[in-house]
T-cell receptor, first 115, second 113 residues
Framework: DVKVTQSSRYLVKRTGEKVFLECVQDMDHENMFWYRQDPGLGLRLIYFSYDVKMKEKGDIPEGYSVSREKKERFSLILESASTNQTSMYLC??????????????FGDGTRLSIL | AQSVTQLDSQVPVFEEAPVELRCNYSSSVSVYLFWYVQYPNQGLQLLLKYLSGSTLVKGINGFEAEFNKSQTSFHLRKPSVHISDTAEYFCAVSLSNDYKLSFGAGTTVTVRA
């Protein structure tokens, strides 16, 4: 089974802090994704990466950046955390074979609170 | 760009009753369709997917969905639900030439005894 592991289940930070969310997958997947999940809005894509050191903006990239130095690891960075970034963050991965038809596999999420 | 609409935000249902969750999408090109389930305090788990072929797709835990191209719909059904089916369900769409998924807002299913 694919395992996507997010480093923290719960995280509390203060406004203005630089926050790192880490995600590791063990299935040699090419694609990795970061979403935020808010009630009534579903999942919204922040950034994704289809290869090491490659990244593309999703629908809501403002206030975030990402890093992918190794194939198995994809980090989400909140450069200066703000209260409106309080949310559930989900990481996912998928194989690169065939665009669009590969299901994404999700981690259990990080519930981030910015005070 | 594609969009996904889940027509019901909350669906209460009694145990052993049938349930249908409605999903409509808009896209001008071919799409792939997915249903995911999220149990409390967990990530999303794939229930089923439609890529091509038969429009009736069977998934895990007794769920099935039907793709209707003319109505641009992909409704999820289960003939008899259990308490353990209480969860949030997400419909998602990807374009045939893109890795990205677009998600609906989710439908919360609450199964009561």
């Amino acid at each position: 089974d694919v395992k996507v592991t997010q480093s923290s289940r719960y995280l509390v930070k203060r406004t203005g802090e630089k926050v790192f969310l880490e995600c590791v997958q063990d299935m040699d997947h090419e694609n990795m994704f970061w979403y935020r999940q808010d009630p009534g809005l579903g999942l919204r894509l922040i950034y994704f990466s289809y290869d090491v050191k490659m990244k593309e903006k999703g629908d809501i990239p403002e206030g975030y950046s990402v890093s992918r130095e190794k194939k198995e690891r994809f980090s989400l960075i909140l450069e200066s955390a703000s209260t409106n970034q309080t949310s559930m963050y989900l990481c996912a991965s998928s194989s690169g074979g065939g665009r669009g038809n590969q299901p994404q596999h999700f981690g259990d999420g990080t519930r981030l609170s910015i005070l | 760009a594609q969009s996904v609409t889940q027509l019901d935000s909350q669906v209460p249902v009694f145990e052993e009753a049938p349930v249908e969750l409605r999903c409509n999408y808009s896209s001008s090109v071919s799409v792939y369709l997915f249903w995911y389930v999220q149990y409390p305090n967990q990530g999303l788990q794939l229930l089923l997917k439609y890529l091509s072929g038969s429009t009736l797709v069977k998934g895990i835990n007794g769920f099935e969905a039907e793709f209707n191209k003319s109505q641009t719909s992909f409704h999820l059904r289960k003939p008899s639900v259990h308490i353990s089916d209480t969860a949030e369900y997400f419909c998602a769409v990807s374009l045939s030439n893109d890795y990205k998924l677009s998600f609906g807002a989710g439908t919360t299913v609450t199964v009561r005894a």
